[in-house]
């Protein structure tokens, strides 16, 4: 995804390392750090000054990359102008673009919507211009390196031995504490992959300032994994069979649940039962940014 990445002002887009110390040379890049378009929900009040602030939710993204073609030979423009087109060709699925400027590497899905390439006396020279436009619809930026927290559920504590005997010996040891931390380093909201591991009954992660939860109303075996995607609102028991409809009266809709900014303290909870070792669940983000 970034392994041909080595400094400021380079990007990789479908294998292919674009920007400084390549032949593709950048001139300029539009977008990036600039907030997209917003949807603004504010209603103006029909009686006094002013208006009612509504929500802002943010639009698509789009890149606009201007650059040159400048090959160390001449003959081998025919071969860098062939790899650019096999990329940049229409796609319908969004691929990973990660650009790297200013220190800080970043990750966008995006698909290129525009190229152009003017067939000028510099294309004939082999060192055309040209310029790329991506539209990526999350127009947040993710760190590349995705997180990962798990934790199994809490065991209780065995409490005193009888007959008492002094000092007493409270043992506060437990194969699973039941609770999680997710850090969200970016300033945008964003959404996990939370996936619950068998054996249990009745899964449910929640946020503990917050109160919003996922609790679905489903039995899993030793081998069954629910896995619950929240930026695609789904909830798929072992990668095949849609769950969403066992999802209980206080699970909050998938995609309403976000990892805001900052530090997400999470409990993982289910049906009261035997403790087996084997029941946990994982979650996995990352901190995305405007």
Not at 25 to 51: F, R, S, Y
Not at 190 to 196: K, Q
């Amino acid at each position: 995804m970034d392994d041909l990445i080595t400094q400021d002002g380079q990007m990789q887009w479908g294998g292919l390392l674009l920007g400084e110390r390549t032949s593709y040379v950048g001139v300029q890049l539009t977008g990036w750090d600039d907030l997209p378009d917003m949807e603004n929900g504010t209603v103006a009040m029909p009686t006094q000054h002013g208006a009612w602030p509504g929500p802002l939710l943010a639009g698509t993204r789009a890149l606009t990359w201007d650059f040159r073609i400048l090959p160390s030979r001449r003959q081998d423009f025919p071969l860098l102008l062939d790899r650019l087109r096999r990329v940049t060709g229409v796609r319908q699925e969004e691929q990973p673009l990660v650009i790297q400027l200013a220190g800080a590497r970043r990750l966008m899905w995006a698909r290129v919507t525009k190229r152009a390439l003017t067939a000028d006396r510099t294309y004939t020279r082999g060192e055309p211009t040209g310029s790329l436009v991506w539209e990526a619809s999350d127009p947040r930026r993710y760190e590349v390196t995705q997180r990962v927290a798990k934790t199994r559920l809490p065991r209780a504590e065995p409490g005193l031995a009888w007959p008492l005997t002094w000092p007493l010996d409270w043992d506060s040891t437990k194969a699973g504490d039941g609770w999680l931390e997710a850090e969200n380093t970016g300033e945008a909201a964003t959404h996990p992959v939370v996936v619950f591991h068998g054996p249990l009954k009745l899964p449910a992660l929640i946020d503990e300032e917050s109160g919003r939860a996922l609790e679905y109303a489903v039995a899993l075996g030793p081998d069954d994994t629910l896995t619950v995607d929240c930026a695609a609102g789904t909830a798929v028991l072992n990668w095949s069979a849609s769950r969403l409809d066992t999802a209980t009266a206080r699970s909050a809709p998938e995609r309403t649940f976000t990892l805001e900014p900052g530090l997400t303290r999470l409990r993982f909870s289910a049906e009261p039962g035997p403790y087996d070792p084997r029941a946990s669940v994982s979650i996995f983000w990352r901190s995305a940014f405007w």
